[in-house]
């Protein structure tokens, strides 16, 4: 099972809205919704932010919203601050009794 | 308060085993589907190994099968990860993680492919020759 497709990095600055894509397949992102989204601080355990496509954890702000549309699910993190320069990761369900994750996306916080 | 501590980490040769612990607290364990998460030094997460909450039943990424084996203890409220004939491929951080658990005019539902909701902070395995 291939990695989810991430962009490596993307950036904004505080006050701005950027998108973080998330590409698999008909066998995974796009034919479940069970797509996850991870924040890791360097250094730290992964922080659930968004699960089945687009739900909030309790206690996760509502600048974090969750997409997708076909084979291709999307984070977006609306407001940037300055915490949320992270590496964030997208995971779905493959449909084979597995799991797979995106390489990463590191976003940077001009 | 949800917690989950990994220990049992440390330096192994290629070819050796270890097994590593994640210790549950907060919760009741045995509603509750667990995975294995790993991710080598400077590099994205990977999914290792699942089980089932329910009963018992395993999960395995490609890379772990026929060497890792998960296994749970409800009355300790311990997950295990049995690691044999470790490659060098194989050094990572391990975390444990706590799958979403869902309940729905009474009926609750826990799965492995669900999203993992709470993550420990992780034990360090090194294979080196």
């Known amino acids: 099972q291939s990695a989810l497709a991430q962009p490596v990095s993307v950036s904004g600055s505080p006050g701005q809205s950027i998108t973080i894509s998330c590409t698999g397949t008909?066998?995974?992102?796009?034919?479940?919704?069970?797509v996850s989204w991870y924040q890791q601080h360097p250094g730290k355990a992964p922080k659930l932010m968004i699960y089945?496509?687009?739900n909030r954890p309790s206690g996760v702000s509502n600048r974090f919203s969750g997409s997708k549309s076909g084979n291709t699910a999307s984070l977006t993190i609306s407001g940037l601050q300055a915490e949320d320069e992270a590496d964030y990761y997208c995971?779905?369900?493959?449909?084979?009794?597995?799991?797979?994750f995106g390489g990463g996306t590191k976003l940077t916080v001009l | 308060e949800v917690q989950l501590l990994e220990s049992g980490g440390g330096s192994v040769q290629p070819g050796g085993s270890l097994r590593v612990s994640c210790a549950a607290s907060?919760?009741?364990?045995?509603?509750?589907?667990m995975s294995w998460v790993r991710q080598a030094p400077g590099k994205g997460l990977e999914w290792v190994s699942a089980?089932?909450?329910?009963?018992?039943?395993?999960y395995y990424a490609d890379s772990a099968k026929g060497r890792f084996t998960i296994s749970r203890d409800n009355s300790k409220n311990t997950l295990y990860l049995q690691m044999n004939s470790l490659r060098a491929e194989d050094t990572a951080v391990y975390y444990c993680?706590?799958?979403?658990?869902?309940?729905?005019?009474?009926?609750?539902?826990?799965?492995?492919?669900?999203?993992?909701?709470?993550w420990g902070q992780g034990t360090t395995v090194t294979v080196f020759s």
């Open positions: 089945d496509v687009s």
């Open positions: 907060g919760f009741t364990f045995s509603r509750y589907a």
């Open positions: 089980i089932s909450g329910s009963d018992g039943s395993t």
């Open positions: 008909s066998s995974d992102v796009g034919a479940y919704n069970y």
């Open positions: 993680a706590q799958g979403r658990r869902y309940c729905t005019n009474g009926v609750c539902y826990q799965n492995y492919y669900y999203a993992m909701d709470v």
């Open positions: 995971s779905s369900y493959t449909g084979s009794n597995s799991l797979v």
